[in-house]
């Protein structure tokens, strides 16, 4: 029997969506067809070539092996969510110069798998991005446009980066800090006038056994 229909919630590209239908409907086919999201493409349907590639909760996918009711109450991100033909984002940009992107079957996966590298923390070391990129089968470029174009992205993240500084301190914070300092001098003072105090009555003792004794 097939599986009865049920609404589906998640989130994709920061947008909240809800599906109806079969619950085990794969999730690029809702992508494709319920929203309308063609950028995510379909090579194998096995889960081998990895140009269905997606995000979810940061983490790289293929979407022609999930089912849709798998992703409820989570965030989706496809290839429509990286940037826009007039502004693309540094990745994207590394692809096109570095000619990483031929038919175009697989570089949407190619992309979202580099994205998800690149935004963990992921080193420009070429032996590392290829590892990360054997899921993504090309039968064009031969795979080096590809890693030197991640390794551009990777380069230009970390040059974009901004230094890290030291929080600035507001006046509240610094006054609390001043009468910590104060308090501590006062009490010091306080301590060597108490000790002068009490060694007094032995100094004037020592001055009058001096003066008997001329």
């Not at 599986?3 to 589906?8: F, G, L, N």
């Not at 995000?55 to 979407?63: F, H, P, Y």
């Not at 890693?147 to 600035?168: E, H």
């Not at 060597?192 to 003066?211: E, L, Q, V, Y």
Request: aromatic content about 2%; charged content about 25%.
């Amino acid at each position: 029997m097939p599986a009865r229909a049920r609404a589906t919630a998640f989130i994709v590209n920061r947008k909240r969506q809800r599906v109806a239908g079969p619950p085990f409907r794969r999730l690029i086919d809702v992508l494709r067809e319920d929203l309308g999201l063609t950028g995510t493409k379909e090579g194998c349907g096995e889960g081998e070539c990895g140009a269905c590639t997606v995000l979810i909760d940061g983490q790289a996918v293929n979407s022609c092996l999930i089912p849709v009711c798998q992703v409820e109450g989570r965030s989706i991100r496809t290839v429509e969510s990286l940037g826009q033909p007039t502004a693309l984002n540094p990745l994207q940009q590394a692809f096109l110069e570095s000619g990483g992107a031929q038919c175009g079957i697989c570089t949407p996966g190619m992309l979202m798998t580099a994205t998800a590298w690149i935004e963990q923390g992921g080193s420009d070391n070429p032996d590392a991005i290829r590892r990360v990129l054997a899921g993504n089968l090309c039968r064009c470029t031969g795979y080096q446009h590809i890693v030197n174009a991640v390794i551009a992205a990777v380069r230009t993240g970390k040059r974009q980066r901004p230094p890290q500084s030291k929080p600035l301190q507001s006046k509240a914070t610094r006054q609390p800090r001043r009468a910590t300092a104060n308090a501590k001098t006062n009490a010091k003072s306080a301590s060597r006038a108490a000790a002068a105090k009490r060694a007094a009555p032995a100094r004037a003792r020592a001055r009058a056994s001096r003066g008997k004794r001329r």
